[in-house]
């Protein structure tokens, strides 16, 4: 079987095609390796387990990119190479070694299990965070699907291999979820056994104000509905029952302040919450 890498310079020679190659893969390697990762981080799961799987997931992809860099000096990797014209386009044409399929495999793996984590996390989320599970899952299963039609065959242009512009075609996915709807600056808070069990009402928020958690007496206090339903929202727009509260929040004091709510005095203050990196 053959396979056929897309370089639109037909002026480039089959050594510096190959070169361009190699690095298409390696970037490949690291994007397709980082996505659990990112999962597994967006979940808080490194956190539960360590450092150790951090470890883990970098085995195969150190093993691979020192077969891919040097794959000039052998054939683990790809054999035959050579140059073709495919319509307009001059390709590189080579036969798959047994490391090539491994990596493919790998790459595949490594999508799939990005998108089972972060399907789970969109199950138990609801608001903005719903909406920034289904992006990343979009984003995420456009090359795994492209990459499946590569392996199988059922590209128009038989051998073609796409995985480079799955990967591109994946990109305005993702930059919707990050900038549009923040995939990176706001993510869920695990609500712990502490946080259920005290008396004091506590709202988080983020760096935009929107509500991100609350326990039981900040819902009855704030008259608010339901997390589920709530999560994501900016408080101005639902913190309409306690206007000083909403005025405290605002203000970006981080004083202690006594507020009064239907006969009774609170006292409110601010705090700055910090991940494991101090961030």
Not at 192 to 205: K, N, P, S
């Amino acid at each position: 079987e053959h396979c056929r890498s897309l370089v639109a310079n037909a002026s480039l020679s089959v050594e510096e095609k190959f070169l361009f190659f190699r690095l298409k893969y390696i970037g490949l390697l690291i994007l397709a390796g980082s996505l659990p990762a990112f999962a597994l981080t967006f979940r808080n799961i490194f956190q539960k387990l360590g450092q150790s799987p951090n470890y883990f997931l970098g085995i195969f992809p150190a093993l691979s990119f020192l077969i891919i860099i040097t794959s000039n000096k052998h054939t683990f990797f790809i054999n035959n190479l050579r140059l073709l014209t495919v319509g307009p386009f001059t390709v590189l044409d080579y036969d798959p070694a047994p490391w090539f399929s491994i990596n493919m495999v790998y790459l595949l793996l490594m999508v799939v299990i990005a998108v089972i984590i972060t399907f789970i996390q969109a199950l138990s989320t609801s608001g903005i965070f719903r909406y920034q599970m289904n992006y990343l899952i979009a984003g995420i299963l456009i090359p795994w699907v492209l990459g499946l039609f590569t392996l199988i065959g059922w590209l128009p242009v038989k051998g073609l291999d796409v995985t480079p512009i799955s990967f591109s075609l994946s990109m305005p996915f993702l930059a919707i979820g990050v900038f549009r709807h923040r995939i990176l600056g706001i993510v869920p808070v695990a609500r712990g056994v502490i946080f259920e069990r005290m008396t004091d009402g506590v709202l988080v928020v983020d760096n935009w104000n929107r509500i991100v958690d609350f326990n039981k007496p900040a819902q009855l206090l704030l008259k608010l509905r339901p997390l589920a339903k709530m999560i994501g929202k900016n408080a101005q727009d639902v913190i309409t029952e306690q206007p000083q509260i909403l005025a405290y929040l605002n203000s970006g004091q981080f004083e202690p302040q006594d507020i009064q709510i239907a006969g009774n005095v609170y006292e409110v203050s601010r705090n700055l919450l910090h991940d494991q990196r101090n961030v």
